[in-house]
């Protein structure tokens, strides 16, 4: 059952209003998508994206009575001003990180709750699996990525024990490696965390360069505003709020923006205890000035 994160939260920023024009970059399976719909109608329109392919298709047919308010683009987020071109939008929104979808499908490899061939790709047409990536990077670039995007201080003996395990037969699935990270990674510091949680993140973020120019781009969305026009970012880990805070801390200095959230909008109790998904969520937003 897929229920979008911070929904109230992300319509109210986005101040969505009948006839508005409005981007999701991330569809996903068109949670927020079809309630951006129903509050933009009759007459609203909805440019969606996402790099799965198998998830946009779920979503044209969620939407398909909003076929004729709808486009729907198989494309990064990072590609939405090549796709609006000359057109503005009256909001965007950004839902980073993987999809109930992806973490639920063991075919896709993106979790270990479940065995699976290790795989992580958003887009399974292109591009190099994690499978690939464990049995083929060097040592120290392994050791590198799992401290960079996984923020694993055992780094250097996970990457250690991969390379000792691959000589023996590469590693193809997503329980064989979670049970070689476990064994190295020792102890964790946060109770209740599996130890094969963050290098388990770092191989998705690297498998498809999720954080590859993510401050930039918020900036080259903002710039595809309307006048009075609202960016809503949701991450799911400091990663990626990091670069959305430095981005549109940076839109309001450079003039012409207006952080609408000084501090990251998080769920409620209610929403946590309904979807515990959501627990790591924060909202950012910010809001393009109106013509003088």
């Known amino acids: 059952m897929h229920e979008p994160v911070l929904l109230v939260e992300a319509l109210e920023l986005l101040a969505v209003r009948p006839g508005g024009f409005y981007v999701d970059g991330t569809l996903g399976l068109a949670g927020h998508a079809r309630a951006i719909l ?19 298709e779920l979503a044209r047919a969620a939407l398909v009575d909003q076929a004729e308010r709808v486009r729907l683009e198989q494309a990064d987020f990072r590609e939405v001003p090549r796709l609006l071109g000359a057109q503005r939008a009256d909001g965007i929104l950004l839902d980073l990180g993987v999809s109930s979808l992806q973490l639920d499908s063991p075919e896709r490899g993106f979790s270990f709750r479940h065995d699976g061939p290790l795989d992580m790709r958003l887009d399974r047409s292109r591009g190099a699996s994690a499978a690939e990536a464990v049995n083929r990077l060097p040592e120290k670039v392994l050791a590198d990525l799992i401290y960079a995007w996984g ?9 250690s024990a991969i390379v000792a395990e691959r000589r023996a037969r590469p590693i193809a699935t997503t329980a064989r490696l979670a049970e070689v990270v476990r064994r190295a990674a020792g102890r964790q510091r946060r109770p209740g965390l599996d130890p094969a949680t963050r290098t388990f993140q770092a191989l998705r973020i690297h498998v498809n360069a999720e954080l590859q120019g993510l401050e930039e781009a918020l900036e080259r969305l903002a710039a595809c505003l309307a006048p009075g026009g609202r960016l809503v970012v949701i991450s799911f880990h400091s990663l990626e709020d990091r670069p959305a805070k430095q981005a549109l801390r940076a839109l309001q200095a450079r003039g012409g923006f207006r952080v609408l959230t000084p501090k990251p909008v998080r769920p409620g109790a209610a929403e946590e205890a309904r979807n515990p998904r959501a627990r ?13």
């Open 151 to 159: 923020e694993e201080p055992a780094s250097r003996r996970i990457a």
């Open 38 to 56: 129903a509050r933009s109608a009759p007459d609203g329109r909805l440019l969606g994206c996402d790099r799965d392919g198998e998830a946009l």
């Open 280 to 292: 790591s969520a924060r909202l950012r937003a910010v809001a393009r000035e109106e013509a003088a």
